[in-house]
């Protein structure tokens, strides 16, 4: 799996919208954009996820660049509940082989919404 | 949809004790499980990989001897951790992908303390 850099935290209004970058330099053309996000003791929450064309759905929007080098995960409007370490991953999507593509977690950002 | 449970939620044990944990998909039938262990403030680490009806595959590092995996149905996989020690005490989480996607949900997670 690609590597993918994201800031270690980020801060946030409530109410504002939250942009998360992440950096994936070296993706694949079959790699795919995913992003989970886990809540304190809690297990990690898929959010989105999309190849190279922009994603929307009830959670989240995806944005990819058209390099596909990096993307933004945007929370049109954060709430307190959005408190959440939030972990952009990249894999191939498609399943080929049984027991591949597996997920690998790196650091995430730890985003903060403030009251 | 595609709810994985994990049981128990939390357990305190002895040391040189065994412990099981339980990873059921309780809406869709799972060939593929992983399970993850994560200690406080770092990211989720894949310890195995296991399919239904086979051998686990484990992570480099990870003691298959220690962590036993079974994964007899395709709705139930179980780790085992053999003669736990204090340094085992961890959040242990699941996760299951359904047959022929490449979609992956994860548990609530278990938190171990071996004391």
């Known amino acids: 799996d690609a590597k993918t850099t994201q800031p270690t935290s980020m801060d946030c209004a409530e109410g504002r919208a939250a942009n998360l970058p992440c950096n994936h330099s070296t993706i694949s053309g079959n790699e795919y954009v995913y992003w989970y996000r886990q809540i304190h003791s809690q297990g990690p929450q898929y959010i989105i996820h999309g190849l190279k064309n922009n994603e929307t759905n009830e959670m989240a929007s995806l944005i990819i660049t058209e390099d596909r080098k990096s993307s933004t995960l945007i929370l049109p409007h954060a709430t307190l509940r959005d408190t959440a370490v939030y972990y952009c991953i990249v894999r191939v999507a498609r399943l080929i082989i049984q027991g591949a593509q597996k997920l690998v977690f790196g650091q995430g950002t730890r985003l903060t919404i403030n009251p | 949809g595609a709810v994985v449970s994990q049981h128990p939620s939390w357990v305190i044990c002895k040391s040189g004790t065994s412990v099981k944990i339980e990873c059921r998909s309780l809406d869709f039938q799972a060939t593929t499980m992983f399970w993850y262990r994560q200690f406080p403030k770092q990211s989720l680490m894949l310890m195995a990989t296991s399919n239904e009806g086979s051998k686990a595959t484990y992570e480099q590092g990870v003691e298959k001897d220690k962590f036993l995996i079974n994964h007899a149905s395709l709705t139930l996989s179980t780790l085992t951790v053999t003669s736990a020690h204090p340094e085992d005490s961890s959040f242990y989480i699941c996760?299951?992908?359904?047959?022929?996607?490449?979609?992956?949900?994860f548990g609530p997670g278990t938190r171990l303390t071996v004391t």
């Open positions: 996760s299951a992908r359904p047959v022929r996607t490449g979609e992956q949900y």
